[in-house]
């Protein structure tokens, strides 16, 4: 019998009526001759109730505590799931992460797989039962709870899945599918049938938010095939898998977007060597993802440092960064919190010809300014004016022809 | 340094600025020199919220996922606690009943305690954290959570006071202590300074719903001394412990009530051996408590059998008893929910002089017609009309002189 690992987002289990329609699903699923294991997130703003509650009682709320107190908004959601199918007659049992064998490092709040031991799960199976597993969370060797970071959960079904040697891993959430762009800002935006991890990865980690980044990257490291549907459709969704044939490479798939970018410039850095290091250090260690970094040239063995972070760090990033910018005698630091990004993706970019011309050609028929441009093997990304993100998605998509198939 | 644990139920924490108040005073216990563990309920009506949504998607919820649900309320109550001390600096830790070592049988929604392990508790505690564990709740051989039953918090509190060799016990709650009487109904009603177990759990057992019955079982059978006291205040509470020297013996002790009170009455039952059992065992099974049983004189082997239950179990125990009855060859069954009981607490009274005598006048005095009564050795139990329940408290106190010291 294959076996089947769905998993379902906090939109997909907002209210007992979607939990009910989720039994359904879990419950054709099985019908349909499968072994069925789902993984479930928090019921809709659940986990941002848990966090209000924390800072009512602290300022800076502890990481071990925050991480205990999170894991019950999925454990919740997976009983009432299982009380949903046992009520209509199902076999069915829920499993908190530690039950279903999520062994993490330590590191609260953000803490990695070490290892999966699936043997409670197989054991379910056997006896003919649905099993849910609450998501996003594990458990350390000291028997200590952990969350895997938000998101989480994308990446507690992936594990399951490669630990079960399952056919596939079914991602549901409120989105139909990977488009070329966000079909809110481009209409003629298309679904992807398929999209390799590499794509899917340089998407997500520019704000098509699908799902989250970790659990593509663990699906291509033991090639998992992943597919991306909604929960409250039957349509056919964007199947994330190991790499495309040579004939669908040198392709773009899409573009991708993100209007909360910030720009900080350390102004009047000395040049010498690791002066990079101490400024990013610190950043790195409080958990803050610094995108694109841009050194000007050296001029009196003076030069600017510029780097862009999402929006929502800048404050704590200042604050962070001030009294190291000091400390290596620089002049000061400012931000600029009104920027974007939008990135053309596809496999085999940088080897192709005229990506990049063609993109700051689009941009710049429309007047748009760009402020920084960083690339990957498959991605260009220009940071522009936070206002016009809308407008360039739209000139990308219709540059590079994404509206046809 | 000695080991003290106190218990705070849902009104004691039942938000942010309460729980503060909470984590104010174990602060102040520590201070005092003290290895302080604190057992916490789940804050104010979560518990009830969590039945809600149980019940919004399944009309009879799974025995097995209720605990696992409700075990998150404690959880969460636990993990604020902990970071409202940690963010005023004190070394605090919360524990999850499994992480605390609560090991319990697999009786779904009334576990009974078969073990507790104290090993990570005695570790915390020695690296000077307040330990804060979340009650109600203990997990299985199997590792599934299971929960004590309503108010287990009390009886992890106990259970974990032995386990550690505690000094005593504390049980905070919103009332100030045991008293001779229902203040709300007698004004002159006295909190009792001392209370020997076994009144103690008469009185739980009758309504004077101070503490959870269960766990003054488990303090009595280990002799651990338990204070049960406010947490709004300072006063001293009333301290629950292991018998009171001879002179204090053979004296009332206090009134209890409860207004809840259904009577079964199983009219025209054959007078055979084995009818009672095949009643009652089926009532057990499904949890339901039978108070006082009364069999009348048998005419032509045919007898009535009369039972009281709490009025809540009228419905479910009607629907379990009417097949039995019929099976038997009983007439019918018949029930009255409108009734309610008094009762006469105190040491020694079967062996004392006129206390039931002093008892029944007292009520006839007051023309309240007592329909049914039940003794022990501690206890003198009248059935009366419900809606005469306050003015017999108040009649009973008086007659029994508790309003002096």
Same mark, same amino acid.
């Given at each position: 019998?294959?076996?089947?690992?769905?998993?379902? !987002?906090?939109?997909?289990?907002?209210? @007992?009526?979607?939990?009910?329609?989720? @039994?359904?699903?879990?419950?054709?699923? $099985?019908?349909?001759?499968?072994?069925?294991?789902?993984?479930?997130?928090?019921?809709?703003?659940?986990?941002?109730?848990?966090?209000?509650?924390?800072?009512?009682?602290?300022?800076?709320?502890?990481?071990?505590?925050?991480?205990?107190?999170?894991?019950?908004?999925?454990?919740?959601?997976?009983?009432?799931?299982?009380? *949903?199918?046992?009520?209509?007659?199902?076999?069915?049992?829920?499993?908190?992460?530690?039950?279903?064998?999520?062994?993490?490092?330590?590191?609260?709040?953000? *803490?990695?797989?070490?290892?999966?031991?699936?043997?409670?799960?197989?054991?379910?199976?056997?006896?003919?039962?649905?099993?849910?597993?609450?998501?996003?969370?594990?458990?350390?060797?000291?028997?200590?709870?952990?969350?895997?970071?938000? !998101?989480?959960?994308?990446? /507690?079904?992936?594990?399951?899945?490669? *630990?079960?040697?399952?056919?596939?891993?079914?991602?549901?959430?409120?989105?139909?599918?990977?488009?070329?762009?966000?079909?809110?800002?481009?209409?003629?935006?298309? $679904?992807?049938?398929?999209?390799?991890?590499?794509?899917?990865?340089?998407?997500?980690?520019?704000?098509? $938010?699908?799902?989250?980044?970790? *659990?593509?990257?663990?699906?291509?490291?033991?090639?998992?095939?992943?597919?991306?549907?909604?929960?409250?459709?039957?349509?056919?969704?964007?199947?994330?898998?190991?790499?495309?044939?040579?004939?669908?490479?040198?392709?773009?798939?899409?573009?991708?977007?993100?209007?909360?970018?910030?720009?900080?410039?350390?102004?009047?850095?000395?040049?010498?060597?690791?002066?990079?290091?101490?400024?990013?250090?610190?950043?790195?260690?409080?958990?803050?993802?610094?995108?694109?970094?841009?050194?000007?040239?050296?001029?009196?063995?003076? /030069?600017?440092?510029?780097?862009?972070?999402?929006?929502?760090?800048?404050?704590?990033?200042?604050?962070?960064?001030?009294?190291?910018?000091?400390?290596? !005698?620089?002049?000061?630091?400012?931000?600029?919190?009104?920027?974007? $990004?939008?990135?053309?993706?596809?496999?085999?970019?940088?080897? !192709?010809?005229?990506?990049?011309?063609?993109?700051?050609?689009?941009?710049?028929?429309?007047?748009?300014?760009?402020?920084?441009?960083?690339?990957?093997?498959?991605?260009?990304?220009?940071?522009?004016?936070?206002?016009?993100?809308?407008?360039?998605?739209?000139?990308?998509?219709?540059?590079?022809?994404?509206?046809?198939?």
């Amino acid at each position: 019998m294959a076996i089947i690992v769905q998993k379902y !987002g906090g939109s997909s289990v907002a209210d @007992a009526e979607k939990i009910q329609n989720v @039994a359904d699903r879990l419950v054709r699923a $099985k019908e349909q001759g499968n072994s069925v294991v789902a993984v479930v997130s928090a019921m809709g703003k659940t986990t941002d109730g848990l966090i209000e509650l924390a800072n009512q009682v602290s300022t800076r709320p502890n990481r071990r505590e925050m991480d205990s107190l999170l894991s019950t908004g999925e454990i919740v959601t997976a009983t009432l799931l299982t009380m *949903a199918l046992r009520s209509a007659r199902h076999r069915a049992i829920s499993l908190t992460g530690a039950q279903a064998g999520i062994k993490t490092d330590a590191s609260f709040n953000r *803490a990695r797989i070490t290892d999966i031991s699936p043997k409670r799960i197989n054991e379910e199976l056997e006896r003919g039962r649905i099993v849910i597993v609450a998501g996003f969370q594990g458990i350390t060797e000291a028997m200590d709870v952990t969350t895997l970071g938000r !998101g989480g959960s994308d990446t /507690t079904a992936v594990g399951l899945a490669i *630990a079960l040697g399952a056919d596939r891993c079914e991602i549901y959430t409120d989105v139909e599918g990977v488009y070329t762009a966000d079909p809110r800002i481009v209409p003629e935006a298309r $679904k992807l049938e398929g999209i390799d991890y590499e794509e899917m990865l340089e998407s997500a980690s520019v704000g098509a $938010k699908v799902m989250h980044s970790r *659990a593509v990257e663990l699906g291509w490291v033991y090639n998992m095939p992943i597919l991306v549907a909604s929960s409250f459709s039957d349509n056919a969704g964007t199947l994330i898998h190991g790499g495309a044939s040579m004939e669908i490479r040198n392709k773009v798939s899409g573009i991708a977007h993100d209007p909360n970018i910030a720009k900080i410039t350390v102004v009047g850095v000395p040049d010498q060597p690791g002066i990079a290091s101490s400024i990013f250090e610190p950043l790195a260690n409080a958990g803050v993802s610094v995108d694109s970094i841009v050194q000007n040239a050296s001029v009196n063995r003076i /030069t600017d440092l510029t780097f862009t972070i999402a929006s929502n760090d800048v404050d704590n990033t200042m604050q962070i960064i001030k009294p190291v910018a000091e400390s290596i !005698g620089a002049k000061e630091c400012v931000s600029d919190s009104t920027l974007g $990004k939008v990135s053309v993706i596809g496999a085999g970019m940088q080897t !192709g010809p005229g990506y990049a011309s063609r993109m700051f050609r689009a941009l710049s028929d429309e007047e748009i300014n760009v402020e920084l441009i960083s690339t990957s093997e498959i991605r260009i990304t220009c940071i522009i004016d936070e206002e016009k993100v809308p407008q360039a998605v739209r000139a990308l998509h219709k540059a590079f022809e994404l509206e046809a198939e």
